[in-house]
């Protein structure tokens, strides 16, 4: 007979101890540890699975065809991936709910038509699974679909069919048998992605595991999960945009700076080869408070347009919001533009806007979001075929940015005439480019180019 053993596991880092503690001895969280039975294996269980025929190898005895990766057909999945999905591996997708996380995987099953596919969805049934595939338009016989959460059950129907590629709809509906606990808990994320990871490993089926995130954005469930897969992406975007990004966080087989870039409309995702194009409106109109940023996610350039509105506060206490940027950061350049600058806009409400619901993490953005603020502050608008790239520091200097040469060939190539940058960047073919070149070291400097 099976023993029951109870522990009590932190839900926050996976942690377990004999008793009941207060706060986690390991992550020192509050309130997290949770009382969790389980079976312990007798060594009776028939896990097929767990015997394995593995054995030690030299590096010129592994045949690298063996790992050939798998073609996604999704040309931004892939490039993120580092290529395609190698067999074998574990991805962790996670995202917030409703982003398109299981668009996403349905939509890679459905076009990768030359793998064998298997979609186990925990969360809908094949009814809803088919309405979703006729949303998205897609026909593949090729691909079988399973509404299934026991952990045996799926891996019994991953032995029997032989798949290529096993997506596995959430990892938090997975329970196993030999587990007394709920669903969704640490005990049973960590025993379904460990088996599965085995399964995985042993007879070179790639695995996708869709995870929810928690309220702070993490991937809900013990770090261990994160820790034993190869590759963790996230799903990230604003819900009432129509623009998602997918970034990977930890790839054990290619770049993480790679970052891919969708627009979910009415028949599924799709490949935004171009992002600038969408960012930066069409309009020929000037309006004040208008700027336009080149901007770098990963590696990937792109102009992104920063909206900007400065007006009198109507109550004592003026207002700073912003939508995509760091409000921290906002504030910080404001004292900046106070201290070395001399703008007053102590009493102003200042509202900051970035297009499309896109988040922006890198310093670069910040000579667009101050030249914005100006803008609409003297209400003077800049030149549309200006485009400004620059981090600013604390003593009002304007501090060079990587990848300039990218981000120049990008403006040049969307047709801006004029880009300011900071002094002292290093360019590489400063001559051949055909769009005029500022180079500031000063907020001054900049703004006197600018607003001439
Ligand atoms: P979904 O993939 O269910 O999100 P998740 O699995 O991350 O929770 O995405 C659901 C959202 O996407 C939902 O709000 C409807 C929208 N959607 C479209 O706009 N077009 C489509 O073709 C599909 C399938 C979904
Ligand atoms: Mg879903």
Redesign the pocket.
């Known amino acids: 007979m099976s023993k029951v053993k109870t522990t009590y596991v932190c839900q926050e880092c996976g942690i377990d101890s004999a008793k009941w503690l207060g706060k986690c001895p390991s992550c020192g969280a509050w309130n997290t540890m949770v009382e969790e039975k389980f079976t312990k294996p007798t060594g009776n269980e028939k896990y097929n699975y767990v015997k394995t025929n593995n054995k030690p190898a030299s590096l010129s005895q592994i045949e690298p065809d063996k790992y050939k990766r798998l073609d996604t057909c999704i040309n931004e999945f892939n490039r993120i991936l580092g290529g395609g999905i190698i067999p074998g591996s574990l991805i962790l997708l996670g995202?917030?709910?409703?982003?398109?996380?299981?668009?996403?995987a349905l939509q890679t099953a459905l076009k990768a038509k030359q793998l064998k596919t298997l979609y186990v969805s925990g969360e809908e049934s094949l009814e809803q699974l088919k309405i979703?595939a006729q949303?998205?338009n897609i026909d593949n016989d090729a691909c079988l679909f399973l509404n299934e959460t026991s952990l045996e059950a799926i891996l019994n129907h991953i032995s029997h069919e032989q798949p290529q590629f096993v997506i596995i709809?959430s990892v938090q509906t997975l329970f196993s048998e030999t587990i007394d606990s709920v669903p969704g808990s640490v005990s049973q994320i960590r025993e379904s992605a460990g088996r599965l990871l085995r399964m995985a490993k042993e007879k070179h089926i790639a695995v996708l595991l869709?995870g929810h995130i928690t309220k702070d954005g993490t991937i809900a469930g013990p770090k261990v999960l994160e820790h034993i897969v190869d590759t963790v992406m996230q799903?990230e975007g604003d819900?009432r945009h129509s623009y998602r990004i997918l970034r990977s966080n930890k790839n054990r087989f290619g770049s993480t700076s790679e970052i891919g870039i969708f627009e979910?409309?009415?028949?599924?995702l799709h490949e935004v080869q171009n992002p600038s194009e969408l960012l930066i409106p069409h309009s020929a109109e000037e309006l004040s408070g208008v700027s336009i940023a080149c901007t770098i996610d990963g590696i990937r350039p792109f102009l992104i347009e920063v909206q900007a509105l400065v007006s009198t506060a109507a109550y004592g206490t003026p207002q700073r919001s912003s939508t995509g940027f760091d409000t921290r950061r906002l504030n910080m350049l404001l004292a900046v533009l106070e201290k070395r600058v001399g703008f007053h806009l102590a009493a102003k409400d200042i509202f900051i806007n970035l297009a499309g619901g896109i988040k922006i993490i890198d310093p670069g953005i910040d000579l667009a979001i101050i030249s914005a603020i100006l803008s609409s502050n003297v209400d003077m608008p800049i030149s549309r075929a200006t485009c400004f790239t620059g981090e600013v520091g604390l003593t009002g200097e304007i501090r060079p940015v990587d990848r300039i040469d990218q981000r120049i060939a990008e403006a040049e190539k969307l047709g801006f005439k004029h880009m300011v940058i900071p002094k002292g960047s290093k360019l590489q073919s400063a001559k051949s480019y055909n769009i005029k070149i500022t180079q500031a070291s000063k907020l001054d400097k900049a703004f006197k180019e600018v607003f001439a």
């Open positions: 995202g917030e709910p409703g982003i398109g996380k299981s668009t996403l979703r949303r998205i709809d869709i799903f819900n979910m409309n009415a028949s599924g």
